[in-house]
Protein backbone atom coordinates (compact mmCIF):
# COMPACT_ATOMS: atom_id res chain seq x y z
CA UNK A 1 0.00 0.00 0.00
CA UNK A 2 1.40 3.48 -0.90
CA UNK A 3 0.63 6.34 0.90
CA UNK A 4 0.71 9.40 -0.85
CA UNK A 5 0.52 13.30 0.95
CA UNK A 6 0.06 16.26 -0.75
CA UNK A 7 0.98 19.70 0.34
CA UNK A 8 1.57 23.48 -0.84
CA UNK A 9 -1.67 24.63 -1.81
CA UNK A 10 -3.62 27.65 -0.75
CA UNK A 11 -4.73 30.94 -1.67
CA UNK A 12 -2.79 33.23 -4.49
CA UNK A 13 -3.58 36.31 -6.52
CA UNK A 14 -3.92 36.08 -10.36
CA UNK A 15 -0.23 35.65 -11.48
CA UNK A 16 1.61 34.64 -8.70
CA UNK A 17 3.26 30.98 -7.80
CA UNK A 18 2.79 27.77 -5.44
CA UNK A 19 4.93 24.95 -5.82
CA UNK A 20 2.93 21.51 -4.87
CA UNK A 21 5.12 18.43 -2.99
CA UNK A 22 3.58 14.71 -2.85
CA UNK A 23 5.02 12.61 -0.64
CA UNK A 24 5.19 9.00 -0.84
CA UNK A 25 5.66 6.52 2.02
CA UNK A 26 8.20 4.67 -0.29
CA UNK A 27 10.49 4.46 -3.06
CA UNK A 28 9.39 6.25 -5.93
CA UNK A 29 11.83 4.63 -8.52
CA UNK A 30 9.03 1.16 -9.25
CA UNK A 31 6.16 3.76 -10.47
CA UNK A 32 5.58 3.90 -14.22
CA UNK A 33 3.68 6.99 -14.21
CA UNK A 34 3.15 9.90 -11.45
CA UNK A 35 1.11 12.54 -11.85
CA UNK A 36 -0.57 15.67 -11.13
CA UNK A 37 -4.69 15.38 -11.26
CA UNK A 38 -7.04 18.48 -10.29
CA UNK A 39 -10.68 18.94 -10.25
CA UNK A 40 -12.59 21.93 -9.96
CA UNK A 41 -16.29 21.94 -9.04
CA UNK A 42 -19.01 20.70 -11.31
CA UNK A 43 -15.87 19.54 -13.84
CA UNK A 44 -14.53 16.23 -14.42
CA UNK A 45 -11.36 15.65 -13.01
CA UNK A 46 -8.33 16.57 -15.55
CA UNK A 47 -5.00 15.50 -16.00
CA UNK A 48 -2.74 18.32 -15.13
CA UNK A 49 1.08 16.86 -15.98
CA UNK A 50 2.62 13.83 -15.58
CA UNK A 51 6.32 12.45 -15.71
CA UNK A 52 7.57 8.69 -16.50
CA UNK A 53 10.18 6.53 -14.65
CA UNK A 54 12.94 7.38 -17.41
CA UNK A 55 11.35 11.46 -16.76
CA UNK A 56 9.92 11.83 -19.89
CA UNK A 57 6.83 14.58 -19.28
CA UNK A 58 3.44 15.27 -20.60
CA UNK A 59 1.39 18.87 -20.11
CA UNK A 60 -2.10 19.64 -20.54
CA UNK A 61 -2.79 22.18 -22.71
CA UNK A 62 -3.68 24.53 -20.56
CA UNK A 63 -0.71 24.59 -18.27
CA UNK A 64 2.29 24.18 -21.07
CA UNK A 65 4.69 26.97 -20.23
CA UNK A 66 3.45 27.78 -16.53
CA UNK A 67 3.51 24.14 -14.77
CA UNK A 68 6.36 22.24 -14.79
CA UNK A 69 6.24 18.70 -12.99
CA UNK A 70 9.65 16.99 -11.22
CA UNK A 71 10.78 14.34 -9.13
CA UNK A 72 12.79 13.74 -6.28
CA UNK A 73 14.16 10.26 -6.27
CA UNK A 74 15.95 10.77 -3.45
CA UNK A 75 12.84 12.71 -1.05
CA UNK A 76 10.20 10.34 -2.88
CA UNK A 77 8.97 13.34 -3.43
CA UNK A 78 6.76 14.42 -6.48
CA UNK A 79 6.57 17.95 -7.13
CA UNK A 80 4.66 20.38 -9.51
CA UNK A 81 5.43 24.18 -9.88
CA UNK A 82 3.02 27.02 -11.11
CA UNK A 83 3.59 30.07 -11.93
CA UNK A 84 1.34 33.06 -13.83
CA UNK A 85 -1.71 31.33 -12.01
CA UNK A 86 -5.19 31.95 -13.43
CA UNK A 87 -8.67 31.40 -11.97
CA UNK A 88 -9.36 28.59 -13.92
CA UNK A 89 -6.62 27.04 -12.09
CA UNK A 90 -8.58 26.87 -9.16
CA UNK A 91 -9.14 23.34 -7.93
CA UNK A 92 -8.43 20.29 -5.85
CA UNK A 93 -5.35 18.91 -7.26
CA UNK A 94 -4.26 15.43 -6.69
CA UNK A 95 -1.23 13.01 -6.66
CA UNK A 96 -1.61 10.21 -8.38
CA UNK A 97 1.51 7.12 -9.03
CA UNK A 98 0.98 4.09 -10.97
CA UNK A 99 2.45 0.68 -10.94
CA UNK A 100 0.60 -2.36 -11.52
CA UNK A 101 -2.35 -0.55 -9.51
CA UNK A 102 -2.80 3.20 -9.46
CA UNK A 103 -2.79 5.21 -5.74
CA UNK A 104 -3.99 8.45 -4.77
CA UNK A 105 -3.64 11.31 -2.46
CA UNK A 106 -6.24 13.29 -0.30
CA UNK A 107 -6.15 16.26 -2.42
CA UNK A 108 -5.19 20.10 -1.68
CA UNK A 109 -6.73 23.17 -3.00
CA UNK A 110 -5.69 25.79 -4.64
CA UNK A 111 -7.16 28.79 -5.57
CA UNK A 112 -6.59 31.94 -7.71
CA UNK A 113 -8.37 35.05 -6.75
CA UNK A 114 -8.69 37.46 -9.69
Known amino acids: QVQLVESGGGLVQAGGSLRLSCAAS????????MGWYRQAPGKQRELVAQ???????YYGDSVKGRFTISRDNAKNTLYLQMISLKPDDTAVYYC????????WGQGTQVTVSS
Open 51 to 57: ITSGDNT
Open 26 to 33: GSILSFSF
Open 96 to 103: SVYSSTSY
